[in-house]
């Protein structure tokens, strides 16, 4: 079954792209008089998502940008629903960057 993605209780619309990128914090800690060094597992890294994906028409516009630009502003964690989460196990985000763009040769996109 596929999860509509909401953010809070904004639903996406026109998703292009969403993928999630994961890591581990390594450090390298150099040991004196060893040849090598000593790797150290300093934990998984916070999970990032990336939703890209393309607008048109002035009312899609001021729905998204009062939507999202307000949680993105108030800097708190907001739950998030997406198929991709069930591999990763988010349930909140915090909204981290936002860009939002037009596109050249159609006024009305974005």
């Known amino acids: 079954m596929k999860v509509k993605p909401m953010i809070g209780e904004y639903e996406i619309p026109?998703?292009?792209?969403?993928?999630?990128?994961?890591?581990?914090h390594l450090v390298e800690v150099q040991v004196p008089g060893l040849a090598?060094?000593?790797?150290?597992?300093m934990g998984s890294?916070?999970?990032a998502i990336?939703?890209?994906?393309?607008l048109a028409g002035d009312d899609?516009?001021?729905?998204?940008?009062a939507a999202v630009r307000?949680?993105?502003?108030?800097?708190d964690p907001v739950d998030f629903?997406?198929?991709i989460t069930t591999a990763t196990e988010v349930e909140q985000v915090l909204i981290a960057d936002l860009k939002v763009l037009e596109v050249a040769g159609s006024s009305d996109s974005f």
């Open 81 to 83: 629903v997406a198929d």
């Open 45 to 47: 890294a916070p999970v």
């Open 60 to 65: 899609n516009r001021d729905n998204f940008l």
């Open 70 to 75: 307000d949680k993105f502003k108030a800097g």
């Open 14 to 24: 026109m998703i292009e792209r969403i993928g999630s990128v994961e890591g581990r």
């Open 50 to 54: 990336r939703i890209e994906g393309t």
């Open 36 to 41: 090598g060094s000593y790797h150290q597992d």
